[in-house]
């Protein structure tokens, strides 16, 4: 399970995951960018998966912290579940075992892959989700809808 430090009140407030939480967490600080294209890469290649070309170069680039921080660092911090739901979301859509830039985009992208799973969850099947996003429901609640 991967959560972000945001989400850790709702955590502790249901003893089984607080319970895991406090006896088998790891906490990851922020990668380099090799290190984050390796996190990437790797696991999808033990998998027998592969990426189009483009692909891993686009994801480190949406990956990047929106604003400055500490040299060297490819990703905001708490982006690590955001960049994993895209990717869980991109394979989703993956054609012959390939993960392609086309699906990735459908996806809304890392910051924005779980808003579009989220609206497409509360829309009903005969009304399209509205372009600006899903009316009414808080910011918060979409990084709940992912298991974040």
Known sequence: MCLRADFYSDALDHPPLAHLLQHNQIV???MTRDELRRAIVEPARSAGVAFEDGLV???LRDAAPSSTGPEG?????GGLPLIEYALLATWARRRHGLRSVEAYRKTGGIRAAVSHQHRKRLQPPDHPAPAGGAAGVPARSAGRASGA
């Not at 660092?73 to 911090?77: F, G, N, P, Q, W």
Request: glycine fraction near 0%; charge should be negative; avoid cysteine.
């Open 57 to 59: 170069d686009l994801l």
């Open 73 to 77: 660092v490819a990703h905001d911090a």
């Open 28 to 30: 990851l600080a922020p």
